[in-house]
């Protein structure tokens, strides 16, 4: 590992994030590095606010057992993540002062993509080249499909659900209407008897509208109006009854422009429906609280 020139300084601070399930050869050059320049070593680990994500599946502790587990002799605290940087290098630079002397002198070390850009403190920073390149990113993506059969691994993948916050999956539903507002299309899957409103889950950072609009193109092949918002409502999804987990939609409305219904995505069937003559028992339970909500709003055109 090459390094640009440093102060000489008392203290040398790490700061970076470490998820990975061992530090890599570029992980211990740097190490090595600060221990070699500096008789007092801080590692400061990154803290986000969520838990056992993708960026950050790792707590604090197990990544502060990882590094003593290589260097005992390093002092390892967090720092906590912040909207601002500013705010965060605030921070950061109050919690080195409050375990450093007065008159100690302090450098600040990171290495590939580190935090110095993002770093607005006092202290002087540096960011060591690399000669050893490894990403943490991929070796996170090789461990997915990694299963081992002992019962530390297994202690593992229930120590990460059980750390993660209860979720809520959003889902859109979309009411196609006839022209003539007399007609709803309802899909039917391959396995199912009963029919159900045109939807699936919104992918992430997509709109409610357009993760609709995205929908009702993929399983129907219509050209449609805008889509209107009617409601939402909690889904009792039979695959997450005994979970804490659950699924919320939220009701959309459009009419058709043109072109006639192709099945596609998950869908077998497409049936247009008479809204007078459509009974609850025709769609799948979980879609009864949709079909209520569109009778509640337009009574008339289902009496």
Known sequence: MRAKSAPPTDVGVIVGRFHVPMLHEGHLDLYRHVLSQHKKVIVFLGLSPLKATRMNPLDFEARKQMILEDFPEVNVLYIKDQRCDKVWSRKLDEQIRDITGPTQTVCLYGSRDSFVKHYHGKFPTIELEQETFQSGTVIRNEIRNLVKGCREFRDGVVWTVYNQYPKVYPTVDIAIWDENCEKLLLARKPSETE????????????????????????????????????????????????EEDSITTVLFETKRLFGAPIPDDDISELRWFEVKTLRNDQLVEEHHVLIDMLRDKYPERFA
């Open 195 to 242: 029919y159900r409103f045109v939807g699936g889950f919104v992918d992430p950072r997509e709109s409610y509208e357009k993760a609709a609009g995205r929908e009702v193109l993929e399983e129907t092949h219509l050209t449609v109006d805008k889509v209107s918002y009617v409601g939402s409502a909690p889904i009792d999804d039979w695959r997450y009854r005994r």
